[in-house]
């Protein structure tokens, strides 16, 4: 299974925004560029995260984006479901009424535990523990020199 598009630069804007912990509002176009996605493509995620509640916006010329609960409080499936919907391997994973196999299909029971142990790490890990991570490899990547 591959994450969509959404999901990754989603989730890095998400990060950008953690990371930055400050009451001023971060401008799209900072984001865009840190994190190298289209200023227009953030722009339609952000807007799908505030409509989920994740992001506030502030307009004017000091707006912009801010996470709108703290980051401790979002997790990485909060994200993912705001973006994509429901977390699952399979339609019948997430919906039992979907196939009438499901009783007698072994391959159901795989994609429910697949689907059950992945949305437990989703749940688990959140935008603060990411931002935290994000931080210390920043720290790491930057060159000290000494004359």
């Known amino acids: 299974m591959k994450l969509s598009t959404k999901v990754r630069y ?15 509002p971060v401008l799209v176009q900072d984001i865009a560029k840190r994190q ?10 952000l807007v799908t995260l505030k409509a989920s ?10 707006g912009g984006y801010g996470l709108n609960r703290p980051a401790d409080r979002i997790t990485v499936e909060d994200i993912m479901v705001s973006l994509d919907g429901p977390v699952a391997y399979t339609d019948c994973a997430s919906r039992p009424d979907y196939c009438d196999q499901i009783h007698c299909c072994a391959a159901h029971e795989l ?14 890990t959140t935008l603060q523990m990411l931002a935290e991570r994000e931080r210390e490899k920043q720290a790491d990547t930057t060159l000290m020199y000494y004359i």
Request: aromatic share 4%.
């Open 111 to 124: 994609w429910v535990k697949l689907t059950q142990s992945a949305l437990k790490v989703l749940r688990e």
């Open 53 to 62: 509640g994740l992001v506030r916006s502030v307009r004017g010329a000091k």
């Open 36 to 45: 190298r996605v289209s200023k227009k493509y953030l722009e339609n995620l």
């Open 10 to 24: 989603g989730l890095r804007a998400m990060i950008d925004l953690a990371v930055q912990d400050s009451d001023t």
